[in-house]
């Protein structure tokens, strides 16, 4: 029997009894299927261990600017979610500097679009507000 340590004291643990996947009995089928996805796994995780750590990086990377021009083009956009997406961009794109192989120039350009557009979008969406509703009438001079 071990302990657990937690703010409130000291407290006994019992083993886990519950059954695992070993415990318990797999149709030939399910075993086929299951030895298949490991050896599906095991043939992804060889491939993506040969492909340079850069090209996965600034792929992800990329998502993170299509997630922000997603928040940025709905109507009306999501403002917080696309600064979020911008924000983690930013922040690896600037940390990684001179790491991010020969597509670190996109990313820095794709980068500095996508902050313009957002900049470009909070100043229309605060000229809107400021603008009077259209129909209101203007006050005389």
């Not at 083993?15 to 996805?37: G, I, K, N, V, Y």
């Not at 696309?82 to 500097?97: C, E, S, T």
């Not at 229309?124 to 400021?130: L, R, T």
Request: glycine share 4%; hydrophobic share 40%.
């Amino acid at each position: 029997m071990s302990t657990l340590w937690t703010p409130d004291g000291e407290h006994q643990v019992e083993p886990d009894t519950s059954p695992t996947t070993q415990d318990t009995e797999l149709s030939p089928e399910d075993q086929e299927r299951a030895q298949a996805m490991a050896e599906d796994m095991a043939a992804a995780r060889q491939k993506i261990a040969q492909v340079p750590a850069s090209m996965v990086v600034n792929n992800h990377l990329m998502g993170f600017f299509e997630l922000a021009a997603i928040h940025l083009s709905n109507q009306p956009p999501n403002m917080p979610e696309a600064a979020l997406a911008i924000d983690a961009l930013g922040a690896v794109v600037d940390k990684l500097a001179g790491r991010l192989g020969e597509d670190e120039e996109t990313l820095r350009d794709s980068l500095q679009q996508i902050r313009l557009a957002y900049v470009g979008l909070e100043r229309q969406s605060q000229e809107e507000a400021a603008a009077p509703a259209s129909g209101e009438e203007k006050p005389d001079a």
